[in-house]
């Protein structure tokens, strides 16, 4: 129990650590000049999107210690948002339904691909988690999920960090690896949410869906069947429903 717990608070501090070395490192290099950083928020604002990267390869390590599968879905769901972050900047197009319709129509979006890699990731990583094949489906399911989701409530500063914080929370009540991916997810959302509040850096579609795998992994790691279940259901839900969840975060005071 003891040393749970300790994997536990090491989890959490090692992803906020490396999350606030990639912030620095980020913002002093700067790769591609600092245009390429710079995006405008939903008030005009010009921030960076520093934070992204920084929070999806501090999630995607402190996943692979529960799995290698699992810090890979992680690092894959954040490599599929960064293709979305720069290449699909300027499509106004958003939800699943708007790029899956493109793609019948033989256009192939940044979004059905970002859609696509995850899913693909998070089911190799579902399989990788658990042992009976609908278990593995349902895993990878709540992994892809739990990455849409957090990137649906990114639509005002700090809702995506407060929201992972607050979904990931209860899990660091129980023991194993399913506390220990909460708390990578925790601590990587703890360390950007002060600059994602004060609108000078933004997570991005990279940072919101690698914290959101984070997620999913904990979920998976922590539950058996009927969690799975649960979760599955709801998650699905949420992105059938992917406008009003929208809705509801952006209207939250």
């Given at each position: 129990m003891?040393?749970?717990?300790?994997?536990?608070?090491?989890?959490?501090?090692?992803?906020?650590?490396?999350?606030?070395?990639?912030?620095t490192?980020?913002?002093?290099?700067?790769?591609?000049?600092?245009?390429?950083?710079?995006?405008?928020?939903?008030?005009?604002?010009?921030v960076?999107l520093?934070?992204?990267?920084?929070?999806?390869?501090?999630?995607?390590?402190?996943?692979?210690?529960?799995?290698?599968?699992?810090?890979?879905?992680?690092?894959?769901?954040?490599?599929?948002?960064?293709?979305?972050?720069v290449?699909?900047?300027?499509?106004?197009?958003?939800?699943?339904?708007a790029?899956?319709?493109?793609?019948?129509?033989?256009?192939?979006?940044?979004?059905?691909?970002?859609?696509?890699g995850?899913?693909?990731?998070?089911?190799?990583?579902?399989?990788?988690?658990?042992?009976?094949?609908?278990?593995?489906?349902?895993a990878?399911?709540?992994?892809?999920?739990?990455?849409?989701?957090?990137?649906l409530?990114?639509v005002?500063?700090?809702?995506?960090?407060?929201?992972?914080?607050?979904?990931?929370?209860?899990?660091?009540?129980?023991?194993?690896?399913?506390?220990?991916?909460?708390?990578?997810?925790m601590?990587?959302?703890?360390?950007?949410?002060?600059?994602?509040?004060?609108?000078?850096t933004?997570?991005?579609?990279?940072?919101?869906?690698?914290?959101?795998?984070?997620?999913?992994?904990?979920?998976v790691?922590?539950?058996?069947?009927?969690?799975?279940?649960?979760?599955?259901a709801?998650?699905?839900?949420?992105?059938?429903?992917?406008?009003?969840?929208?809705?509801?975060?952006r209207?939250?005071?």
């Amino acid at each position: 129990m003891i040393k749970s717990a300790r994997r536990t608070g090491s989890s959490l501090a090692l992803a906020a650590a490396l999350t606030r070395a990639g912030l620095t490192a980020l913002r002093a290099q700067a790769p591609g000049g600092p245009e390429f950083w710079e995006r405008k928020n939903h008030a005009g604002r010009a921030v960076g999107l520093h934070a992204g990267p920084a929070s999806a390869v501090a999630a995607a390590v402190g996943a692979a210690r529960v799995r290698p599968a699992a810090g890979l879905a992680v690092l894959a769901a954040g490599a599929c948002g960064a293709y979305d972050d720069v290449v699909g900047a300027g499509d106004p197009r958003r939800g699943f339904r708007a790029h899956l319709s493109a793609l019948r129509g033989g256009e192939v979006t940044s979004g059905a691909v970002k859609l696509l890699g995850i899913s693909a990731a998070g089911l190799v990583a579902g399989a990788a988690l658990k042992e009976r094949p609908l278990d593995k489906v349902l895993a990878g399911v709540v992994i892809a999920g739990a990455a849409h989701f957090v990137n649906l409530v990114d639509v005002r500063p700090g809702r995506a960090a407060a929201t992972v914080l607050a979904l990931g929370a209860p899990g660091l009540l129980r023991v194993g690896p399913g506390a220990e991916a909460a708390a990578t997810a925790m601590g990587a959302a703890a360390a950007v949410l002060p600059g994602d509040l004060a609108e000078r850096t933004m997570l991005g579609d990279t940072g919101a869906h690698a914290l959101g795998a984070a997620l999913g992994v904990a979920v998976v790691a922590g539950n058996g069947r009927t969690g799975l279940v649960a979760h599955a259901a709801a998650l699905v839900a949420a992105a059938v429903y992917g406008e009003k969840v929208s809705e509801s975060a952006r209207s939250l005071v």
